[in-house]
């Protein structure tokens, strides 16, 4: 009776271990859609032509391939983290391309505002 005991308790403790990897992947892989979604967006705005806006989306293109190379590996509490990275620098890529256009905006209206003050159209 006991080795029956023993082989029910560690098929037990092995499927809860199989439950919880499952659960870490899908949670790193959901991580990772995101990162992806979040660097398309920021891709697709203009933040491939602002400078700074491009280094993050260069730091968030590494932070993903570094990611996978981690899952490869079995890191997958590391991948997730970089994945995490990658979508807040792909975020803030976007975030500085839309900063662009106001701050060139606010400028404009500044020099109109110093013209009007000065009495020049």
Known sequence: MRPKLFATALLCVATVGCASGKVITTATHQE????????????????????????HLEFARQQISEGER?????????????????????????????????????????????SMRRGQP
């Open 32 to 55: 990772r859609v995101q990162a992806e979604a979040a660097l398309r967006s920021a891709e697709n705005s203009q933040a491939p032509n602002v400078p700074e806006a491009a280094r």
């Open 70 to 114: 981690l899952i490869q590996e079995g890191e997958e509490e590391a991948a997730e983290l970089r994945f995490r990275q990658a979508a807040a620098d792909a975020d803030l890529a976007a975030a500085l391309a839309r900063s662009v256009p106001l701050k060139a905006e606010a400028r404009r209206t500044s020099e109109q505002l110093d």
